[in-house]
């Protein structure tokens, strides 16, 4: 049913007739109803909107989505997305996947779809663990993590997803997570409003398998000191009482009390800053920043041109100079030979 004059769709018409079948106190139910709840608002028909996902806990996301959707092949989500989003530009194409698929298996198609910058929407929810195969370390799980693969803990070093997404050339990066909705919503649409590709990380919960590994950024007596959430042009202050600051001394963040300082000196989140939005996905990971806060909302957003607008204008060439073609005469060639009997 598509919204009318006087019925507009809600959160419920985009909610399928199947069982959502996660773990229950999962986060991914969290995350479901935030983008049922934005879907209404973005603009777009649900005929228009599709969810292609690849393979894990999370990848069972466009079964419970009342759009079009596939569930296609571990990690290669993005390259079926970029098919279809170049033979179709007008959809709104979002992708579902995890820090497994993603980082992964999925690794090289994730890097290839940030650098094209297709107009399409990644939502990489991030639990630092194999939920669906039960319970091994990931590319995002930290070093010494005991799992059922790694007994005596990992030693892999974790990918940094929005490093990564840095260096692949993203045009548009940030961080939510499952527990703060109001916030994540917020982060949705800016997602879906941005004209290229955006990869927004969510941290989610796997209460079986690595239950609290964000506690400490979800839950009431720590979230206020160890979240930042930032906000274009404004000082990076955080704290119950905003108490607490951010400031630059050259490119060396400093944690600073916010009173010390007038908001001018301190530090001014600009998100087209590439440069001071790198040093934020950084900070955690430096052996001297342990007290400092974890960023999250838009870290980066630039302007560049589409993909698909690029694989448009070059068929258009194309067929201003050569006609249409013809598919039969295409797969003939233009070298032909017969032989007698």
Request: glycine share 10%; net charge negative; with cysteine.
């Amino acid at each position: 049913m598509e919204a009318t004059e006087n019925k507009p769709l809600t959160a419920k018409d985009f909610s399928s007739d199947q069982d959502v079948r996660w773990c229950p106190g999962c986060g991914d139910y969290s995350i479901l109803k935030q983008v049922q709840s934005v879907m209404p608002d973005i603009g777009v028909d649900k005929k228009d909107i599709v969810f292609i996902s690849g393979i894990g806990c999370s990848s069972r996301f466009p079964y419970y989505m009342n759009t079009y959707g596939m569930h296609s092949i571990h990690g290669r989500a993005p390259g079926v997305a970029t098919g279809l989003k170049v033979a179709n530009p007008d959809l709104s194409v979002w992708v579902i996947t995890g820090d497994g698929d993603a980082l992964s298996i999925g690794g090289n198609h994730l890097i290839h779809v940030l650098r094209r910058n297709v107009n399409l929407n990644i939502l990489l929810f991030n639990n630092e663990i194999y939920g669906l195969t039960k319970g091994q370390y990931s590319p995002t799980s930290p070093v010494g993590k005991n799992t059922k693969s790694s007994p005596m803990g990992s030693i892999d070093q974790p990918f940094n997803p929005l490093a990564l997404a840095f260096g692949a050339g993203g045009t548009f990066i940030a961080r939510g997570m499952d527990r703060d909705v109001k916030h994540l919503r917020g982060l949705l649409k800016a997602s879906h409003d941005h004209q290229g590709t955006s990869l927004l990380e969510i941290y989610q919960n796997c209460n079986v398998f690595n239950d609290g590994a964000f506690f400490t950024f979800t839950e009431k007596d720590s979230k206020a000191r160890n979240v930042l959430f930032m906000e274009h042009g404004a000082p990076m202050k955080f704290g119950a009482e905003q108490e607490f600051a951010l400031r630059l001394d050259g490119l060396s963040p400093q944690l600073v009390k916010s009173n010390d300082y007038s908001d001018d000196d301190l530090w001014i989140h600009d998100q087209h800053d590439k440069t001071k939005s790198f040093l934020l996905t950084q900070m955690f990971e430096h052996p001297e920043h342990t007290d400092f806060p974890r960023p999250f909302g838009i870290f980066y957003q630039e302007d560049r041109p589409r993909y698909e607008d690029g694989v448009i204008a070059q068929i258009n060439d194309a067929q201003a100079k050569k006609g249409k073609g013809n598919l039969d005469d295409l797969l003939k060639g233009n070298f032909t030979w017969k032989i007698d009997d």
